[in-house]
C-alpha cells in the first residue's frame, strides 16, 4: 500500500469563470440530449417532456446548494473527494471519489461513441467510411493531447466546441418555431394529459442528463478566485442547461407533430426537423456540431476524471504514480492518461464483441449516472455535518440537505424499478460491485497505514485553512 505522497504542482490561478463555466457545461453536455436523449424522455412523459427537465433541474439546484456549502469555503484539486471527507470522514470522502472515477469514466466513453457516431455520418457524406476504432482512436488522442498539454487550452477548447454546437441547434430551433408561426402548442401545456405515472422516470431521464455540473470543482487548485468563480459556475451551469433542455424539448416535440414516426422512434431528431422545416443542409453543422460536443464532453471526463485520481493519488489510496505532474505543463499527466486510455479500452472491446454504438453510448451513460448519484448523496449528507463541525449550521442547511437526498431518491429508486430489461438490470449489481473493490481497497489502505490518517487529515486541514482569509474578503 502506498502513503501520502508529495504530490506534483498544478498550473495555479490559470482559470477564470468562463473556462470554469466551459468544463461544467462541456461535461453536461447540452448538445448529448438534444441529439439522442430527447426522443426516449419522450418515450416516457410524451407531451410534458419538457416539465421533466424543469423539475430536474430544481431537484440539482439543491445538491448544488449542498455542494457549494463547501466550494465557497475551501478548494483544492478533485475538491469534491475533499468536501466529503470534511463531512463524514476519510473513508467515505474517498468511496465518494473512487465512484466519481467511475461516473466520469462512463460519461467519457458515451463522449467517445458519441463523437463517432457523428463523425461517421459526416464522412458518410463525403462517401467515406472509417471504422469506429480509428474514430475512437483519434477522438481520444487529441482528447488526451489537450488534457495533458494545457488546462487552458482544454478549457477553451471545450468552450468552443460546445458553444458552437449549441448555437447550431438554438439556430435550428428558432426556424422550427418560425416555420409554425411562433404558435404556442397547446397540447405541451394541457393539464389534462400530464402523465403522473411516468413524470417519476422522466425526472430520472432528466437528472441524468443534468449530472456533471459539478466538475469545476475537480480545477480548484488552478481556478482564479475559486471561492467565488466555482461555485457561481455550479449554478450558471446548471440553470443554463435546464433552460436549454426546456427549450430544445419543447421545439422537438412540436417540430416532430406529424412526421411518419413519433419522437420516440426518431434516433436523430435535430437532422430529422432540418428535413421537415426542408433545411437539410442544416444536417452538417448540425453533425459537425454534435461530433464536436461529444469530443469536448470526452475531454472533460477526461481532465476532471484525472483530477480525482491525482487527488487520491496525492493521499497514497492510489499509486503514488497518479498523484505526479508534468514539469513543464503541469498537468497531472499521468492519471488523465489513465483517463483517456480506459476510455478507448472500453468502446474498442465494446465494438470488439459485435455491441452496437449506440447500445454502448446508452449503457455508458447509465452506468455512469449510478456514481453520481452516489457522489451526490454523500456530499449533501456532508453538507450539514461540515457546518455543524464550524459552528455555522442553520435550519436551512438542514432542510437543503434533506431535500436533496429525498430528491436523489427519485433516481436512485428509478434506476432499478420498475425492473429494466437485460442487461441494463445487471448494471446496478456491477457498479456495486464496483464500489465494494474500492471500498475494500481503501479500508484495507487505513488499517495498513494507519499514519496515513494523521497526514491526510493535515494536508486537507491546510488546504481549508488557505482559504479562510479567502473566505472573509468573499464575505463569508
Known amino acids: 500500500m502506498a502513503t501520502p505522497t508529495t504530490a506534483g504542482k498544478l498550473k495555479a490561478n490559470c482559470l477564470g469563470f468562463t473556462e470554469l463555466l466551459a468544463q461544467n457545461v462541456a461535461l453536461i453536455s447540452p448538445t448529448m440530449t438534444a441529439a439522442l436523449i430527447v426522443p426516449v424522455m419522450y418515450s416516457n412523459t410524451a407531451d410534458w417532456s419538457w416539465l ?125 418555431l418560425g416555420h409554425h408561426s411562433f404558435a404556442i402548442d397547446t397540447a405541451q401545456f394541457d393539464t389534462k394529459t400530464i402523465p403522473w405515472s411516468s413524470i417519476g422516470l422522466g425526472v430520472v431521464v432528466a437528472v441524468f442528463s443534468l449530472v456533471g455540473f ?97 487527488a487520491l493519488g496525492r493521499h497514497g489510496i492510489l499509486p503514488p504514480a497518479t498523484a505526479s505532474s508534468h514539469d513543464t505543463n503541469e498537468t497531472p499527466h499521468i492519471a488523465v492518461t489513465i483517463m483517456a486510455l480506459v476510455s478507448f479500452i472500453i468502446p474498442t472491446l465494446a465494438i470488439l464483441g459485435h455491441v452496437a454504438l449506440l447500445d454502448t453510448f446508452n449503457d455508458a451513460g447509465t452506468c455512469a449516472a449510478f456514481g453520481f448519484v452516489v457522489a451526490y448523496g454523500l456530499v449533501s449528507a456532508a453538507a450539514p455535518v461540515y457546518l455543524k463541525k464550524i459552528g455555522e449550521l442553520k435550519p436551512l442547511d438542514i ?28 448494471f446496478p449489481y456491477v457498479f456495486l460491485a464496483y464500489l465494494a473493490i474500492g471500498a475494500v481497497w481503501i479500508v484495507a489502505f487505513y488499517r495498513r497505514t494507519p499514519a496515513a490518517t494523521g497526514k491526510i487529515k493535515q494536508d486537507l486541514d491546510q488546504a481549508h485553512a488557505r482559504y479562510q482569509d479567502m473566505g472573509v474578503v468573499a464575505g463569508e
Do not use: H
Open 52 to 176: 421533466s427537465y424543469a423539475l430536474g433541474t430544481v431537484m440539482l439546484l439543491f445538491v448544488a446548494f449542498n455542494l457549494n456549502q463547501f466550494a465557497k469555503r475551501s478548494t483544492s484539486a478533485g475538491s469534491m473527494y475533499a468536501y466529503i471527507c470534511r463531512g463524514l470522514g476519510l473513508t467515505a470522502g474517498a468511496i465518494g471519489g473512487w465512484a466519481l472515477i467511475w461516473a466520469y469514466l462512463g460519461i467519457a466513453i458515451a463522449g467517445v461513441t458519441g463523437f463517432t457516431v457523428f463523425s461517421g455520418k459526416l464522412l458518410s457524406m463525403m462517401g467515406i467510411n472509417a471504422p469506429p476504432i480509428l474514430l475512437f482512436a483519434i477522438c481520444v488522442a487529441i482528447s488526451w493531447f489537450c488534457a495533458w498539454k494545457n488546462v487552458n487550452l482544454s478549457a477553451r477548447t471545450m468552450l468552443i466546441c460546445e458553444a458552437l454546437s449549441m448555437a447550431f441547434i438554438l439556430f435550428l430551433s428558432f426556424i422550427v
Open 214 to 310: 459539478e466538475a469545476a470543482t475537480a480545477f480548484g487548485e488552478e481556478a482564479k478566485n475559486p471561492l467565488k468563480t466555482v461555485p457561481a459556475s455550479i449554478y450558471v451551469s446548471l440553470i443554463i442547461s435546464g433552460v436549454f433542455f426546456v427549450f430544445v424539448t419543447y421545439v422537438e416535440v412540436l417540430g416532430t407533430r406529424g412526421y411518419s414516426m413519433t419522437l420516440d422512434k426518431i434516433d436523430q431528431p435535430l437532422n430529422i426537423l432540418a428535413q421537415m422545416v426542408k433545411m437539410p443542409i442544416l444536417q452538417i453543422p448540425l453533425s459537425a456540431g454534435a461530433m464536436l460536443s461529444f469530443f469536448a464532453l470526452n475531454l472533460s471526463c477526461v481532465s476532471a476524471g484525472g483530477r480525482i485520481i491525482y
Open 399 to 426: 432542510a437543503g440537505c434533506a431535500a436533496s437526498l429525498l430528491l436523489l431518491a427519485v433516481p436512485a429508486v428509478g434506476s432499478v424499478y420498475p425492473v429494466p430489461a437485460p442487461p441494463v438490470s445487471y
